[in-house]
């Protein structure tokens, strides 16, 4: 049933009959708690959408009838961000949205210089971005400083963030750390679209 289990269970087999028992159950010792230490790295991303006439906010790539909605980008986020991971979260965080954010901003800075405005186009076709973090199971100090630094960049591209978070232990981390965007925060993506919606 699963293929990373039958993986460890094959390696150990093996190292039993061809070495020992003990060395067959260290390897699958090792084996286990690397996969456990690998799936505690990795999360999982994925944008939402709207299915019509509910409050469900679904993955768009596995449901058909949800929808994106115009000019709003809402990216769910499963999974733990910590000092080993929050590099890949921003580089897959900017992925999944199919933004280079090195790029924008640096035209940002020089986009009066013509040579750069013809040379570069802009992938960034939302001005609201929600990030749901209510399956967010952990967030270290670092990692609260790296998501507000991602807060300002969008910022400075004229993109309003904000952030569905409904664990009260990850409200209680970001207060400890003296999270300067607490304003952002909204109990649901409903919540976060209301106050978009007031916006216009």
Not at 14 to 41: A, E, H, Q, R
Request: proline residues 1%; aromatic residues 12%.
């Amino acid at each position: 049933r699963s293929a990373i289990d039958g993986f460890i269970w094959m390696v150990t087999f093996l190292t039993v009959i061809l070495f020992s028992i003990d060395g067959g159950l260290l390897v699958g010792m090792i084996l286990s708690m690397l996969l456990l230490i690998y799936n505690g790295l990795s999360g999982n991303l994925s944008i939402l959408g709207n299915v019509n006439g509910t409050d469900l906010f679904l993955d768009v790539e596995n449901f058909k009838k949800a929808n994106e909605i115009p000019g709003i980008k809402i990216v769910q986020y499963s999974g733990t961000i910590n000092f080993a991971s929050k590099t890949s979260f921003k580089s897959k965080f900017c992925d999944k949205l199919g933004v280079n954010l090195l790029k924008e901003l640096k035209y940002l800075e020089v986009k009066n210089d013509i040579k750069v405005s013809k040379s570069f186009t802009s992938n960034i076709n939302f001005k609201n971005l929600i990030i749901d973090f209510s399956a967010l199971t952990n967030i270290d100090a670092s990692s609260v400083n790296m998501l507000s630094e991602l807060i300002k960049d969008f910022q400075k591209l004229n993109v309003k963030v904000f952030l569905v978070c409904n664990s009260p232990q990850i409200y209680g981390i970001l207060i400890k750390n003296e999270f300067s965007f607490m304003k952002t925060l909204f109990l649901s993506i409903k919540d976060a679209n209301s106050q978009i919606s007031k916006q216009y």
